[in-house]
C-alpha cells in the first residue's frame, strides 16, 4: 500500500497525498535529477570533475536501464502530487487551488531552463501552458483531450529562480471541443498569456 507524504521531498511538495505509481523514493529520485539539470547548465568545473560526474551519470545510466517500463507502468509523469509530476523533463509546476473550472499554483524555473540574462528560455513557457492547461482540461472526470493549438504570448521576461503564480481557466466547451486560457504571472504582472484548444480523443485514437 502507497503511503502518504509527511515531508515535502522539495519546496514544491503538496502534502497528504497517495502515490498513484511508485514511492516517495522515485519522487526524491526526479527532485535530485532536476538539481544535476540545474548544475549542469549552470557550472564550469574542472576536467576532472566532469569526467567522474560523466563516469557515474553513466553508472547510474546502467543501473537504471534493466528497468525500463512500459508506457502506462512508468511512474514519471503520472505522480500528480509531486512538482511537474515527478516528470524531469516538465516545470516543477504545484497546483494550489483547484476547481472544474480554474487552476491555480506555483512553479519556479530553475537555471536548466535559462535562455539568456536571467530570463526563462522562450520555448520553456509552452512548455508549460501545455502541461497546465492540458492536464487540467482533461480533469474533472471529462474524457481526455489532445492539444489542437496552443497559442502563447510573450508580456515580459519571465525570470528564472523566481517563484511565479500560474492560472488556467476552461472558458467553454462545444462538442469535443475545449478552450482554455493560461495566465503566468511574477507578482502582479503578467509575464506571459496563453490561449489553447483541446480536442477530445474518438474511441481507439491515441
Known sequence: MFRAVTEPIDPWQNRAVDHPLGSEAFGQLVVAMRDVQDL????????EVVVAARDTLRELADRLAPWVAEERRAPAGKRPDDPGRAHPFLPPFVPEERTDTVLRG??????FYLGGNGAAHGGAIPLLFDEVLGVFQNGAGRPVART?????NYRAITPIETDLTVEATLEREEGRKRWATG?????????ADAEGLFVQLLPGQP
Not at 40 to 47: F, G, I, Q, V, Y
Open 148 to 152: 489542437a493549438y496552443l497559442h502563447v
Open 106 to 111: 506555483r512553479v519556479r524555473f530553475g537555471r
Open 40 to 47: 549542469l547548465a549552470s557550472t564550469d568545473p574542472p576536467e
Open 183 to 191: 495566465r503566468l504571472l511574477h507578482g502582479d504582472r503578467v509575464v
